[in-house]
């Protein structure tokens, strides 16, 4: 090439960029393609030999492609200062290539300590030596950890006290075990430097040392040096510190909780999104503003960690449609997507879904929309598009329902989608899919009150009520203000009523047995056994009044009403009868108190004919309590409650932890006391709505606890039930609709763990 086409060409590459930038709209990637011009210019002026031009051009090249556009740009110009002898350039150059980029491969590393160890050790280059520690650092886990950190302390102290050489000594104790040493290096660093990762790692650091930390008071340094990939790579760093924390401790996983670091989380994000932005308008700033993608990805945690996770999500879809403007991945439309959905944009929830399969096609895992999508056609009154995205979903996924336990939420969405393909079947008159979809829900250990609920509303749209009261009372879900009707039965009888003085429910050590009052009638009922009455003895009796009720089986005592005492009555025979070996005989006994609270003597008694009419309505409630109680405790005694422990913490759920079913949320717990229950949670408005914030819950807990033994008496269980956030309480052998839905709950709970331990 002659001298003067040379010129030429170097002219050409000016033109060529000034073109670019003079672009409108001027683009993020027209800084990168002036990245690339700068590269061929800048080689070109290297073979004319123009070499301290040649690495100006590259350090500009390098600036404009960004860290991970060209990774070779980095080590190029390198090279072309440590050939030039300007080695201590070279040595930083060499040292930001392999933090920054990313790409530096193990033998890239090899060739970089032979070049730089080929200056001998008298040398006073700082960045060579610092850049010879980052190349020696290897990975965590390294048999060589103590041999490599011996060799970096050695380095450190000719790299001049550099920031750098700080951070790089810090992971290298790290990797050898030496914690303490690793946070002494980090707070030294955060002292003299402002790295946005460093406070992520001193934390991380405090919580592997056993030490208090907070996350949440992590506040993020400004400084003009910072790129907007420091502070992405920082978002980065805490969102897998949260994740581990997740795991290991079971900490941030309420909703509440996530959201508070994860607005820590997005205020990095903001940082670095000025930044890039700054950079794209301007061209001022540094390699690490450069990158498209990077700020594309960026954009996508900023709104899911701070729209999406602080439930602002009409806010989070400008922050998705940023990032799919600069370097579009489904990922990004399907966050805008969800967004749509939760401030139910059922339109824009269409629209997304029209975009990602115009620019993807089936080349994106499309049934984790699917569900989403069908809302929108359902809720847009457009059964037909619902009952084809089933289709759809059919044709992409074809894994029974029954075989998505390992990944619950992938569950969740297909069962959500066919009860809503259910529905549209319906509305388009189309009984036969209806009957299919119900058959194979109500059949699945995935059953929810809201898939249920779904179900039923299909039924009545065809106008069958029947399968609709089917579907809504399949799970048969505890609701305290709800019970059923009670039938009429015979007479009182003496023998019905021993046979319940024998009742495994009362010689579970509960003296007395309530039953509140129905909503229908307001009698209440207190069952007792072996009473006094005078001389007599009761071994069975019922307490009965009507108003002044105890409620949800509290102990303490009722209001003074009127009250009947009705029982068998043990008469002892005379003197004479006694004498002759006679028996005691057994009768049926009525007395009466005004207030139900006097001593037995000032009982009245009364003829069983004054007995108010509600034998019927307690033989009734009697033989619900029993077979109830009965149920509960088969299917949940302390051996199983210790095993179903024992399986949670072998997979890895620990205790104040718990594991999604799907049903339900499943946990081991154990008290202060020592008393360790399995506890399951309940949200009746999962699969119900997707506007539904996460906070909008409606949960019920059901608690299986084992009560420790004492010097007094053996180990034994205790159940419990809690409505939401308020007060829990006992469930006693008189919640028989409680103690049947615990029994159920915590049988359908044992069949999905078994399947999910299976699956895992």
Request: with cysteine.
């Given at each position: 090439m002659s001298v003067d086409d040379a010129a030429e060409a170097m002219d050409g590459y000016e033109r060529q960029r000034a073109a670019l930038l003079a672009s409108v709209p001027r683009m993020p990637h027209h800084w990168q393609e002036a990245g690339r011009s700068l590269y061929e210019q800048a080689h070109l002026a290297r073979r004319l030999g123009r070499h301290p031009e040649s690495r100006a051009l590259m350090l500009e090249a390098v600036t404009r492609l960004g860290s991970i556009a060209l990774p070779q740009a980095w080590f190029e110009v390198a090279d072309w200062a440590w050939e030039d002898g300007d080695h201590d350039v070279a040595g930083r150059l060499y040292h930001d290539a392999m933090f920054k980029t990313g790409g530096c491969t193990e033998e890239e590393a090899q060739r970089i300590v032979e070049r730089l160890r080929s200056l001998g050790d008298d040398h006073g280059h700082p960045w060579v030596w610092a850049a010879l520690m980052r190349a020696s650092l290897g990975d965590p886990g390294e048999d060589s950890a103590p041999e490599r950190l011996r060799a970096i302390e050695a380095m450190h102290a000719r790299a001049g006290g550099l920031p750098a050489a700080l951070r790089i000594r810090a992971r290298a104790r790290d990797n050898a075990g030496d914690l303490e040493g690793a946070a002494a290096d980090l707070d030294a660093c955060m002292a003299r430097s402002a790295d946005p990762r460093v406070p992520v790692w001193r934390a991380l650091l405090d919580y592997r040392m056993g030490r208090p930390f907070d996350l949440e008071?992590?506040?993020?340094?400004?400084?003009?040096?910072?790129?907007?990939?420091?502070?992405?790579?920082?978002?980065?760093?805490?969102?897998?510190?949260?994740?581990?924390?997740?795991?290991?401790?079971?900490?941030?996983?309420?909703?509440?909780?996530?959201?508070?670091?994860?607005?820590?989380?997005?205020?990095?994000?903001?940082?670095?999104?000025?930044?890039?932005?700054?950079?794209?308008?301007?061209?001022?700033?540094?390699?690490?503003?450069?990158?498209?993608?990077?700020?594309?990805?960026?954009?996508?945690?900023?709104?899911?960690?701070?729209?999406?996770?602080?439930?602002?999500?009409?806010?989070?879809?400008?922050?998705?449609?940023?990032?799919?403007?600069?370097?579009?991945?489904?990922?990004?439309?399907?966050?805008?997507?969800?967004?749509?959905?939760?401030?139910?944009?059922?339109?824009?929830?269409?629209?997304?879904?029209?975009?990602?399969?115009?620019?993807?096609?089936?080349?994106?895992?499309?049934?984790?929309?699917?569900?989403?999508?069908?809302?929108?056609?359902?809720?847009?009154?457009?059964?037909?598009?619902?009952?084809?995205?089933?289709?759809?979903?059919?044709?992409?996924?074809?894994?029974?329902?029954?075989?998505?336990?390992?990944?619950?939420?992938?569950?969740?969405?297909?069962?959500?989608?066919?009860?809503?393909?259910?529905?549209?079947?319906?509305?388009?008159?189309?009984?036969?899919?209806?009957?299919?979809?119900?058959?194979?829900?109500?059949?699945?250990?995935?059953?929810?009150?809201?898939?249920?609920?779904?179900?039923?509303?299909?039924?009545?749209?065809?106008?069958?009520?029947?399968?609709?009261?089917?579907?809504?009372?399949?799970?048969?879900?505890?609701?305290?203000?709800?019970?059923?009707?009670?039938?009429?039965?015979?007479?009182?009888?003496?023998?019905?009523?021993?046979?319940?003085?024998?009742?495994?429910?009362?010689?579970?050590?509960?003296?007395?047995?309530?039953?509140?009052?129905l909503s229908d009638d307001g009698w209440s009922f207190e069952l007792r056994k072996d009473g006094e009455m005078g001389d007599e003895t009761l071994p069975i009796y019922a307490q009965i009044r009507r108003g002044g009720d105890v409620h949800d089986g509290e102990d303490e005592a009722p209001l003074a009403v009127p009250t009947w005492q009705f029982g068998v009555l043990n008469e002892a025979p005379g003197l004479f009868g006694r004498l002759r070996g006679k028996a005691p005989t057994a009768r049926l006994y009525l007395a009466h108190s005004p207030t139900g609270h006097a001593p037995p003597a000032e009982w009245t008694e009364a003829p069983i004919a004054q007995l108010p009419p509600v034998w019927a309505k307690l033989q009734r409630r009697v033989s619900e309590a029993d077979a109830a109680w009965q149920r509960l405790a088969a299917a949940a005694p302390l051996e199983r409650i210790e095993a179903t422990i024992a399986r949670l913490h072998a997979q890895g759920v620990l205790d104040g932890r718990d594991a999604d079913l799907g049903i339900c949320r499943i946990g081991p717990y154990l008290g202060a006391s020592g008393g360790a229950w399995v506890g399951l949670s309940v949200d009746r408005k999962r699969d119900t709505d997707p506007t539904l914030p996460e906070l909008a819950y409606d949960p019920y807990h059901f608690i299986y606890q084992i009560v420790p033994a004492t010097d007094t008496g053996p180990a034994w269980v205790m159940y419990g039930f809690q409505q939401d956030a308020g007060k829990g309480r006992q469930i006693k052998p008189g919640d028989a609709a409680l103690a049947l839905a615990a029994a159920r709950l915590f049988e359908r709970a044992l069949q999905r763990l078994q399947r999910w331990e299976a699956a895992r």
């Open positions: 008071a992590i506040q993020w340094p400004e400084h003009p040096d910072l790129g907007g990939g420091d502070y992405y790579s920082a978002g980065c760093e805490l969102a897998e510190v949260v994740e581990l924390l997740q795991q290991q401790e079971g900490q941030y996983t309420g909703s509440q909780d996530l959201a508070r670091v994860k607005a820590v989380e997005a205020r990095a994000y903001e940082l670095g999104a000025a930044r890039f932005e700054h950079y794209f308008a301007t061209g001022e700033g540094g390699p690490l503003d450069a990158e498209p993608h990077i700020y594309a990805m960026l954009c996508n945690n900023l709104a899911i960690a701070g729209g999406f996770r602080q439930e602002k999500f009409a806010q989070a879809i400008p922050w998705h449609d940023k990032g799919w403007a600069v370097s579009p991945f489904w990922e990004q439309y399907h966050g805008r997507l969800r967004c749509q959905a939760r401030i139910g944009d059922w339109a824009g929830v269409v629209d997304s879904w029209t975009v990602l399969r115009r620019a993807f096609g089936d080349d994106w895992p499309v049934e984790q929309a699917a569900c989403e999508v069908a809302w929108a056609f359902e809720r847009l009154g457009q059964p037909a598009q619902v009952l084809e995205l089933m289709d759809l979903r059919a044709a992409h996924a074809g894994t029974p329902l029954s075989e998505l336990i390992s990944d619950v939420e992938a569950e969740t969405r297909r069962a959500v989608l066919m009860a809503l393909g259910a529905q549209a079947a319906a509305r388009l008159g189309q009984r036969g899919p209806v009957e299919r979809i119900a058959r194979e829900l109500l059949a699945s250990d995935r059953l929810s009150d809201g898939l249920c609920r779904h179900l039923a509303q299909a039924w009545r749209l065809l106008g069958d009520e029947a399968q609709a009261e089917r579907c809504e009372r399949a799970l048969d879900t505890p609701d305290p203000h709800e019970r059923p009707a009670l039938a009429q039965a015979a007479a009182p009888e003496v023998a019905a009523m021993l046979g319940w003085a024998r009742a495994p429910f009362l010689d579970d050590g509960y003296a007395v047995v309530r039953f509140a009052a």
